[in-house]
Structure formats: structure tokens, C-alpha cells
């Protein structure tokens, strides 16, 4: 794909970088031929393509740009989108507490570890419904938006999502940038605002549900193609009048495949019974079936 | 993520570029170049200080996790002070690659 662009300052550096990055391969490639003898030399390149962080957007002559969306994924999710299909209803509704059973064991069954509607005996007011994007949330006092990129792609990604004026449901991720740790990051990087004050109980025990419902770890698909990741609850929201159920991060929208467009699709979000934290937030594959 | 990701630091290049004009797709393109360069002058670096036979043997772990912190562990028994030298390519590149921003917003 060309690029046209009547941007100088882009154009500039696009050149300036692309000519950089030939100069950097031949250099490369000249340096450690010697490994490239032992691997083929497409190996070594494939190497370099599948380390490269957002390696489908390898500049080449003409180069093109990642478009940010995760593709769907042709794999053991996929078979999963298709058990799904039945029974998940074709219109915006809320699960009856047999299909939630039903999709409960179906989630368990293949992802290998507890899911649920309900856990502990609470439950929040719907485990279907529609999300819509939420911004990044600051994790600590003095936090910025270009501090949640860990590389430039990350920015191009997800920083135009840009950051929430006001802090998450539970305040600052942690007291300060030198004591956030690698789980503080990955809490705010996959986190979900649901509907915690429609809750059921909600109101009559409100210490108790907030403590339960304080980064639970909740699993979210996308029904349509399976893709799916691990969350946690960071936020309430949204409001009622928006039409939607609840909010995912930008990482969140990404790895579910509803980053583009309207930012808004239907899911299934139900709980994750990990007493031990052992199951890690992010994008999540089926893994394959014991025959 | 990659397993060097924590001894780069690109936060100021991308502040540079935060302020431009750019559309959602020129920003992507800009940004895979930045971290491509980075990955091809890191991966160097690494791999000028190992010996044919620990280049392999390092190439063959990537293939099998590239996020793995066994890179980390495996660079830090072959290579003295890997950490700073990977710091260091990477810090003079995104200094040059933020000079060239500059000098990119100057251009009318």
C-alpha cells in the first residue's frame, strides 16, 4: 500500500526512518550471517518478524501500517465462538439462569478453570451485555498518558483512547510510579468498568460488595469470534442512560476485536474463581483438548 | 512485551511526536518504525556480544518465547553488564530519532 501524505513533517520522518531501518536490516544481516547459515536465512527473518514488537507492521519498501485490530483469531477460540453459537441469544438481552449455566460450563470446560455467573453468592446484573471503550486510568499520582506506553506502537494503539479525568473506583492502582509493580500495570492495562451499583445486594451490603467486587478477575468473549481475555474489575460504570453494560480498556477492546469503528459490540463477562491469582490478566487462547 | 522492554525508555520521543499532527495510521506507521529500528539495533548489540555458538543457542530460546526473562538470565551469564549496553544503544537511538522530530516540526 502507498502512503500520500501532504503532511512535510511526516514525510520527513517516514523517510528519515525508513532509510534508517534498511541501513539497520543490511547491517544486520551482514553482521550475523553466520547464524543465518545454521537457520535459514527466512527463518532468521521470520525470527525477526515474529520478535518484532507488532510484527505485522514490519516496514518494508512500502511499508504499511498496522491498523491496531487483532485479527481474528483462527483457532481453538474460533471452535469456541462456534458452542457458543446456540446458545447465546441473537438479540440484546439478559441470560436466563439456565443459559448462563449452560455458557458457565461451556467457558470452564474450555479454558480449564471455574466460570460463572455467580461466585460466592453474588453476582452482578447481567453477564451479557454491551461494551463500549473506556479511556486509560491514572495508576498513580503524577501518572500521564504516554507513561502507559511500554514501546511506541503501544502509543500509537492506545493512547488516542487518551486518560480519564477522574480516578477508577478504587483510586490510584498504587502510591507512586517507584512502588508500581508489573500487576498494578497489568491490573489498569486490562481492566473493565461494570454496573457494580446494579448489583443485587449491592446497596444493602455495600462494604462487603465492593470488597468483592475490587479487581475480581472476570473473563470476557466476544461470542461472535471467541476471542477472549482475562480482566479485572477496576471501575464502575456505566451510567444507565448510555445504553451500554459496562466498559472495556483500550487493551481490553483490542484483544476482544472491537477497538475500530463504533468501539461498542455485545460480550459475555462472567466471574473467574482464582482464589490463588494464578490465572494472568490479558488475552486469552483455548487451549488445546485433551483427546 | 519484549524481554528488553524495561531498559528501553521512549517516553519523551513519544511525547515529541504526541504533539504532532498526525492521522490515526501515519502515527502507527511512525511508531512501528521506532520500534522496529530499536529491535534491529538492540538485537545487534546482543548478538555482536555472544559467540557463534551462544547465538544460536540465544536465537533458539527467542523462537521459543520471545518474552521469556530467561533471555535476561541467559544474556546476563554470557555478557557483562548486557542490561547497560542495551540501555545504552537504545537511549542513543531515541535521542537521534528525537532530533529528528525536531527538526521535523520545523518544516513548514
Not at chain 1, 492495562?189 to 479487581?215: C, H, M, N, W
Not at chain 2, 531498559?7 to 522496529?36: N, T
Amino acid at each position: 500500500m502507498l502512503f500520500s501524505s501532504k503532511k512535510p513533517h511526516y514525510e520527513h520522518l517516514r523517510k528519515k526512518w525508513t532509510a534508517k531501518h534498511r541501513s539497520l536490516q543490511e547491517k544486520f544481516f551482514d553482521k550475523h550471517s553466520d547464524v543465518g547459515r545454521q537457520i535459514a536465512l527466512g527463518s532468521l527473518g521470520s525470527l525477526m518478524l515474529l520478535t518484532t514488537p507488532n510484527a505485522t507492521a514490519l516496514p518494508g519498501h512500502n511499508l504499511v501500517a498496522d491498523s491496531g485490530q487483532i485479527t481474528r483469531v483462527k483457532d481453538n477460540n474460533a471452535v469456541l465462538a462456534e458452542d457458543l453459537k446456540d446458545k447465546v441469544p441473537t438479540d440484546m438481552r439478559s441470560l436466563s439462569i439456565t443459559e448462563e449455566q449452560d455458557i458457565g460450563t461451556i467457558l470452564t470446560e474450555s479454558f480449564g478453570f471455574n466460570v460463572s455467573a455467580e461466585l460466592q453468592g453474588k453476582r452482578l446484573n447481567r453477564s451479557y451485555g454491551l461494551i463500549g471503550g473506556e479511556q486509560h486510568l491514572y495508576r498513580y499520582p503524577g501518572d500521564n498518558l504516554i507513561k502507559h506506553a511500554d514501546n511506541a506502537s503501544d502509543w500509537a494503539m492506545y493512547g488516542s483512547s487518551g486518560i480519564a479525568p477522574g480516578l477508577g473506583a478504587w483510586g490510584y492502582f498504587t502510591s507512586s510510579e517507584a512502588q508500581m509493580t508489573s500487576k498494578d500495570i497489568m491490573r489498569e492495562k486490562y481492566y473493565i468498568a461494570v454496573q457494580t451499583f446494579l448489583a443485587p445486594g449491592f446497596s444493602e451490603r455495600t462494604a462487603e460488595y465492593r470488597d468483592f467486587f475490587k479487581y475480581r478477575k472476570m473473563l470476557l468473549i466476544n461470542p461472535k469470534t471467541g476471542q477472549a481475555v482475562v480482566t479485572d474489575i477496576a471501575d464502575a460504570g456505566p451510567s444507565e442512560f448510555t445504553g451500554k453494560h459496562l466498559g472495556g480498556s483500550p487493551e481490553v477492546m483490542h484483544a476482544i476485536g472491537l477497538a475500530q469503528g463504533p468501539r461498542k459490540g455485545a460480550v459475555l463477562y462472567f466471574f473467574i474463581d482464582d482464589p490463588n491469582d494464578t490465572i494472568p490478566l490479558g488475552p486469552i487462547k483455548v487451549p488445546e483438548r485433551e483427546a | 512485551m519484549a524481554f528488553y522492554t524495561k531498559y528501553v525508555v521512549v517516553e519523551s520521543l513519544v511525547s515529541e511526536l504526541h504533539e504532532m499532527d498526525l492521522s490515526e495510521s501515519e502515527r502507527a506507521h511512525l511508531s512501528a518504525l521506532i520500534d522496529s529500528n530499536l529491535h534491529h539495533q538492540i538485537m545487534d548489540e546482543i548478538l555482536s556480544s555472544l559467540s557463534v555458538d551462544d547465538k544460536k543457542l540465544f536465537i533458539k530460546l527467542m523462537e521459543k518465547d520471545p518474552e521469556s526473562e530467561r533471555l535476561m538470565e541467559f544474556l546476563n551469564g554470557k555478557v557483562d553488564n548486557i542490561e547497560g549496553r542495551i540501555q545504552k544503544v537504545a537511549d542513543e537511538l531515541v535521542s537521534e530519532m528525537e532530533k529528528d522530530v525536531k527538526e521535523a516540526k520545523k518544516i513548514k
